[in-house]
């Protein structure tokens, strides 16, 4: 079983862009924009304290009315944040972001935040996964790969 661990190891994207609690939404839109992220964390006094995505800028922003520059991140932000290990298994990630209908999973080691794990890195290597294993079952069935 593959962990989160497996993606960091791969270098996969795994950088954690933040924006602090005051800023206004065009701000944090224009550094997920020049990151070409989905998402950013909020911070406050060097703390996590929320994750704002593009999801709550569509939904909680424009949807109600509300101006990019003239509304503050702290107001559309998520705070419930679930957050992942490096062991943690990567079937347990798909598992949590669909129980907690999230895209995103900040990546903590002894307390310090280590990187964030999106869907799309969580869907790549769910598929690298089954690839191999799709392989492994294709050359037992054929009776072939054994002495490669």
Not at 69 to 94: I, N, R, Y
Not at 120 to 127: D, I, V
């Amino acid at each position: 079983m593959t962990t989160v661990r497996k993606i960091i190891e791969n270098k996969a994207r795994t950088e954690v862009f933040t924006v602090p609690i005051d800023a206004t939404v065009l701000s944090a839109l224009k550094v997920m924009d020049e990151s070409n992220v989905g998402a950013v964390l909020v911070t406050e006094n060097e703390k996590i304290v929320g994750i704002f995505t593009e999801r709550d800028y569509a939904r909680r922003g424009e949807l109600k009315g509300r101006h990019a520059e003239d509304t503050l991140v702290h107001d559309l932000m998520s705070t419930s944040l679930v957050m992942v290990k490096p062991e943690t298994l990567l079937t347990e990630c798909a598992d949590l972001m669909y129980k907690y209908h999230v895209r995103h999973l900040p990546i903590v080691d002894k307390d310090k935040l280590i990187g964030i794990v999106s869907i799309r890195r969580l869907a790549e290597a769910l598929l690298a996964e089954d690839k191999g294993t799709i392989s492994k079952l294709e050359h037992y069935i054929l009776g072939t790969g054994y002495g490669e």
